[in-house]
């Protein structure tokens, strides 16, 4: 793919990163420079790349790195973030198709931009998934368009409807739609032209036939190759009918595709499936997540990014404000120990935590895991009001909890005192006005064991 370029460019500048002794100022801004230039070589246009390159500054710089990455991988996390919002942000699913009537997408957009072959193409998609699907033309203006649908059409084997000879392409769209739907088909796909002597013309014939066929969604196909104009020509078309949905093809042979697909979601419309070759197989659903992820080379990456999304304790606003207030619970203290557990070797957290970057002991990990599953089995053996409130916690209560989790008295005494301690680590950063719930329990945690 010709966004590859795109991609190892990017990935040249992440490298440097990773390679580089340590992360400092100089190196961040460098590869911010780095970035920005990859954009714009790729067409992006200079202002939404220039936003971006100061977003990945301004968070390398002052975010807080999150539990179970290192400061590098912290930096790649929030470039692949960055760059997927740039490209629409979230996985947008190909078209939803509603059960047991005929579905009805009209595709749109100049002559040549990849209408009849994209056509094709998501039919084929969906008769792949089960679909009973069939293409209608009503191109009557390029000589031979019904016989080119037809042919690409029947290397899929999918059915063609409209009328060669017909001049009316609102009627030939009304005929097909009823032939189709009395057949019991679930998806048509209406191809239609795109070349007209003006663009006036071309947008008042699109708006007839929406009109009158009103079609499920409405999607533009647009040429990948004409970069950031892109937008332009999303918006023009949006203007004249209100479009669902787009689709970018030829991405396979353009150095303009970042700027196509940026430029595209900057007007905030959803992008379906990009083209990315001229047979029938070379199209896909659009995930800005996924393909930003291959785009930077890295198939890790997803696992790296899953990681630190887990391990980020999770925990509301409300909750956070009752414990700054002091009304800390062991329910907390339970939740922070599943977190920890969630964020991989602990040994290598451990070295994270301030104050105890010096060599952790070989077994320690060992140790605190024990320790924690053992404090964990406490909690759970206990009721919700000595969770809430663990000073109702006299020795008879103890020496249940303690036969109640198999523990020693002696396990759960030691939990309540790091309990007690974590407290008074609370107490102490609010004095000094920390506000970062993790901060805060990062420490705590780091208080009770060292
Ligand atoms: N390389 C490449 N070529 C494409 C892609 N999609 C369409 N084309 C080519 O673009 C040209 C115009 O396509 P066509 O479907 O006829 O466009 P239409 O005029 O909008 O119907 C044809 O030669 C297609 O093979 C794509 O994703 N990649
Ligand atoms: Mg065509």
């Not at 460019?9 to 780095?34: F, Q």
């Not at 080119?148 to 084997?157: M, N, T």
């Not at 419309?269 to 890295?298: N, Q, W, Y």
Request: contains cysteine.
């Amino acid at each position: 793919m010709a966004l590859g370029k795109l991609g190892s460019s990017l990935y040249e500048a992440l490298r440097k990163v990773l390679r580089a002794p340590v992360l400092d100022e100089t190196i961040v801004k460098e590869l911010c420079n780095d970035v920005l230039r990859a954009l714009l070589q790729a067409d992006v246009n200079v202002r939404l790349a220039l936003d971006l390159s100061k977003r990945v500054e301004a968070r390398v710089l002052r975010e807080a790195v999150p539990p179970g990455i290192s400061r590098k991988e912290h930096v790649i996390k929030v470039v692949y973030e960055e760059i997927t919002r740039l490209l629409g942000g979230e996985a947008q699913p190909p078209y939803v198709l509603k059960p047991g009537k005929l579905n009805v997408l009209l595709f749109v957009g100049i002559q040549g931009s990849g209408k009849t072959t994209t056509a094709v193409k998501v039919a084929n998609f969906y008769r792949k998934r089960g679909f009973k699907v069939a293409l209608v033309c009503t191109d009557t203006y390029r000589p031979g368009a019904y016989e080119q649908l037809q042919q690409l059409a029947s290397s899929a084997d999918i059915q063609v409807y409209g009328d060669p000879s017909g001049r009316d392409p609102v009627r030939i769209a009304i005929n097909a739609l009823r032939k189709l739907e009395a057949e019991g088909y679930e998806l048509a796909i209406i191809d239609t032209a795109g070349r007209h002597k003006e663009e006036g013309a071309l947008m008042k014939e699109m708006k007839s036939i929406a009109e009158a066929i009103k079609p499920d969604e409405i999607s533009l196909i647009i040429d990948g190759t004409i970069g950031q104009q892109a937008f332009t020509q999303a918006k023009a078309f949006d203007e004249a009918t209100k479009i669902g949905s787009i689709i970018i093809t030829k991405l396979d042979g353009t150095a303009k595709g970042g700027g196509a697909l940026s430029a595209v979601a900057a007007t905030g419309a959803k992008i379906r499936f990009i083209g990315i070759g001229e047979k029938i197989g070379d199209i896909e659903a659009f995930s800005p997540t996924s393909f930003v992820g291959r785009l930077l080379g890295m198939g890790d990456l997803k696992g790296l990014i899953e990681k630190a999304k887990e391990a980020e304790v999770s925990i509301s606003e409300e909750r956070a404000k009752a414990i700054f207030s002091g009304r800390l619970t062991l329910k907390d203290l339970y939740e922070q120990i599943e977190a920890i557990g969630k964020m991989g070797p602990l040994d290598r957290i451990l070295s994270m935590l301030p104050g105890l970057s010096y060599k952790v002991p070989e077994d320690f990990s060992d140790v605190a895991k024990e320790r924690f599953d053992k404090w964990k089995a406490i909690i759970q053996s206990m009721t919700e009001e000595e969770k809430e409130n663990p000073k109702v916690l006299n020795a008879s209560r103890i020496r249940r909890i303690a036969r109640g989790a198999g523990v020693r008295e002696g396990d759960v005494k030691e939990m309540l005192k790091y309990f007690d301690g974590m407290k008074r680590v609370m107490k102490a950063m609010k004095g000094r006005g920390i506000t970062s719930f993790r901060r805060l329990m990062k420490m705590a945690s780091q208080g009770g064991l060292a």
